[in-house]
């Protein structure tokens, strides 16, 4: 079975340090894989996404997310973070129709991983 | 705004009752997708329409149908409804081939 796996519930930084938000996944063929983020009330908002290519993606207000195949990881990262970041984060993976030349298909998310950054 | 567009924002209904939530898709995609978010589910996918036509099915309640019509615009029509159908219902567009999915800043259904 298709899924996506974000093994913390929360994680907590202070303002100026790394952040990474862990993600991994379990897909048949090759995973399209992307990072939205919800704030408070909000809907969610696209950070990133891995097609192809290189394996470092990066993406929307500072974010990168890096793509490791052996591993089945797409952890989200931040080299400083800001208390703005403060949100839920979600990692999602594409899976793709069989029917309709595979050029379609919804997405799987994690359950999200709430980001606490602390001044 | 993200190009899609959800209504209404929020919805207060009674249990036992039928609530209609609108979606209409982001200009050129012609697939519509809908999810219920909810504490204890997460996101969960219910369905996708691709231009009038169903095209994939989750976690959708027999109670829960939807469509798409001509003009793209989706329904989501929710019958007999549970306290625990109360969450944030998000309708999303595109994903097509290489693109991404935009979503809408949802409807907020809560039954009394």
Known sequence: AQSVAQPEDQVNVAEGNPLTV???YSVSGNPYLFWYVQYPNRGLQFLLKYITGDNLVKGSYGFEAEFN???TSFHLKKPSALVS???LYFCAVRVL????????GNLI???GTKLSVKP | DSGVTQT????????GQRVTLRCSPRSGDLSVYWYQQSLDQGLQFLIQYYNGEERA???ILERFSAQQFPDLHSELNLSSLELGDSALYFCASGGQGNYGYTFGSGTRLTVV
């Open chain 1, 22 to 24: 862990k993600c991994t």
């Open chain 2, 8 to 15: 209404p924002k929020h919805l207060i209904t009674a249990t």
């Open chain 1, 85 to 87: 970041d403060s949100a």
């Open chain 1, 109 to 111: 998310f994690g359950k």
């Open chain 1, 69 to 71: 195949k052996s591993q």
């Open chain 1, 97 to 104: 129709s069989t029917n309709y030349g595979g050029s379609q």
């Open chain 2, 57 to 59: 099915k989750g976690n």
